[in-house]
Nanobody, 127 residues
Framework: QVQLVESGGGLVQAGGSLRLSCTAS????????VAWFRQVPGKERQFVAA????????YYTDSVKGRFTISRDNAKNTLYLQMNTIEPEDTAVYYC????????????????????WGQGTQVTVSS
């Protein structure tokens, strides 16, 4: 199982940018599909974006398309989420997630398919 640690969260003004990172330990990261989710208090954790193990295929929820970019560097065991044109509605705790057996990024939309979670990093957007 891979261990995941997020960083890069913070307070940002609406319209600004932020880059989240997720550093993984464990030998399976480079062979796992990975994703970002987010959660606000009182609501279910929601899928944001996913990327396959090669980095060649990505998948986004509609609300972040054109604004967020997911990428990975397997040599550094790191997953990224570049967030641009940030909106107040993006305020949430952001979690990275990994799935060793997911062959479809669509399946990684569902939290019950996740093998490993990070501890989360808070993103707060001021209007």
């Amino acid at each position: 199982q891979v261990q995941l640690v997020e960083s890069g969260g913070g307070l940002v003004q609406a319209g600004g940018s932020l880059r989240l990172s997720c550093t993984a330990s464990g030998r399976t990261f480079s062979h796992s599909a990975v994703a970002w989710f987010r959660q606000v208090p009182g609501k279910e954790r929601q899928f944001v974006a996913a990327i396959n193990w090669t980095g060649g295929t990505t998948y986004y929820t509609d609300s972040v398309k054109g604004r967020f970019t997911i990428s990975r560097d397997n040599a550094k065991n790191t997953l990224y989420l570049q967030m641009n044109t940030i909106e107040p509605e993006d305020t949430a705790v952001y979690y990275c997630a990994a799935c060793r057996s997911c062959t479809s990024l669509v399946s990684l939309r569902f939290t019950n398919n996740v093998d490993s979670w990070g501890q989360g990093t808070q993103v707060t957007v001021s209007s």
